[in-house]
Each structure stands twice: as C-alpha cells, then as structure tokens.
C-alpha cells in the first residue's frame, strides 16, 4: 500500500516561507503523477501544484510565481516550497498521488493521500 506522509507545516507570518515534504513509501503502484492540494475549514480541497513521472509541473494561477515543487529521487520525498506566502494560503495541506500521468488537480482523480499538515499564515 502506497503511503504519503506530509511535513513542514507551521505559523508563518505575511511574506515569509515555508518548505513541506512528501515521503512516499511502499512502492506497490506505479505513480504517475503528484499533487499537492490545500484546504479550508468549508471549502472544496484545491489543487496548488502538480508533477508528473515525466517531470512535467504545472501551477494554478494563485499560487504561480510564489510555489514551487522540487524531488528527491533518491529519498522519494516531494517538496514544496511555498514563498510569499500570505494569509489567504493558510490551510491543510496535503500530498497525493495517482497512477495516471496526465494533467489533473482534481480532487477526484487521486488515490492515494497523505494526512496533511497545517499551514498558518498570519497577516
């Protein structure tokens, strides 16, 4: 069974920075493609960045410009570093994967998710 677990969360203040980590074990699937996805107390989980196998990343336009995902091969961890941050990114964020390699941030398309860690931003 392919298990995520998160961490890095924390309090930042506006502007500051912040880098969470994805460790992925038990290699009984083959994943295609990674997400990191964040939410709020009321809303729907959202979608902030996504990897494929091919290294192919994609952003949603909120976080464009200020996030930013990197990996460890060697250590199978999932980074992602979240700079700027501001008030409005404070969520719980969490990691997921999937086998398809094909561009998604759905929330449907994953399988398989990580139990999240808190991100606090205040202003």
């Known amino acids: 069974q392919l298990q995520l677990v998160e961490s890095g969360g924390g309090s930042v203040q506006a502007g500051g920075s912040l880098r969470l980590s994805c460790e992925v074990s038990?290699?009984?699937?083959?994943?295609?493609?990674m997400a990191w996805f964040r939410q709020t107390p009321g809303k729907e989980r959202e979608g902030v960045a996504y990897i494929n196998s091919y290294d192919k990343i994609r952003y949603p336009d909120s976080v464009k410009g200020r996030f930013t995902l990197s990996k460890d091969n060697d250590k199978n961890i999932l980074y992602l570093q979240m700079d700027t941050l501001k008030p409005e990114d404070t969520a719980m964020y969490y990691c997921?994967?999937?086998?398809?390699?094909?561009?998604?941030?759905?929330?449907?398309?994953?399988?398989?998710w990580g139990q999240g860690t808190q991100v606090a931003v205040s202003s």
């Open positions: 997921a994967a999937r086998r398809s390699e094909y561009y998604s941030l759905s929330l449907s398309d994953y399988h398989y």
């Open positions: 038990g290699y009984s699937v083959s994943i295609g493609s």
